[in-house]
């Protein structure tokens, strides 16, 4: 059974880091769309971050960003652990959310089209 387990959220002061994980059993995360997302108190799901699948051996990984967090956050796969990453810094309170990874069979599905999907690690900022 394929399952998603984030972990490395807590609790961090405005401008601080965090780094999210994101460790998969079941299926091989580099077959497919990885995407980070997060849900905030009251606010609808949105995307975060995202990595295309990575394909055959050598081809280049393509990754995007929501503008609201483009140049703090930073979305890695390791093929060997099999996990995913997002490296989160200069934090606001307005990140405050709990994040998800997703697998997706093509980058372009819909945000909720998700083959499978984690439980969530929550992220609180302080002002």
């Known amino acids: 059974e394929a399952q998603l387990v984030e972990s490395g959220g807590g609790f961090v002061e405005s401008g601080g880091s965090l780094k999210l994980s994101c460790n998969a059993s079941?299926?091989?995360?580099?077959?497919?769309?990885m995407k980070w997302l997060r849900q905030a108190p009251g606010k609808g799901l949105e995307w975060v971050a995202a990595?295309?699948?990575?394909?055959?051996?050598?081809?280049?990984?393509?990754?995007s960003y929501a503008d609201s967090v483009k140049g703090r956050f930073t979305i890695v796969r390791d093929n060997n652990e099999n996990t995913l990453y997002l490296q989160m810094n200069s934090l606001r309170p307005e990140d405050t959310a709990m994040y998800y990874c997703?697998?997706?069979?093509?980058?372009?599905?819909?945000?909720?089209?998700?083959?499978?999907r984690g439980q969530g690690t929550q992220v609180t900022v302080s002002s």
């Open positions: 997703a697998a997706y069979n093509y980058l372009w599905r819909p945000l909720n089209d998700w083959r499978w």
């Open positions: 079941g299926i091989t995360i580099n077959t497919y769309a």
């Open positions: 990595i295309n699948n990575g394909g055959v051996s050598g081809t280049t990984s393509t990754t």
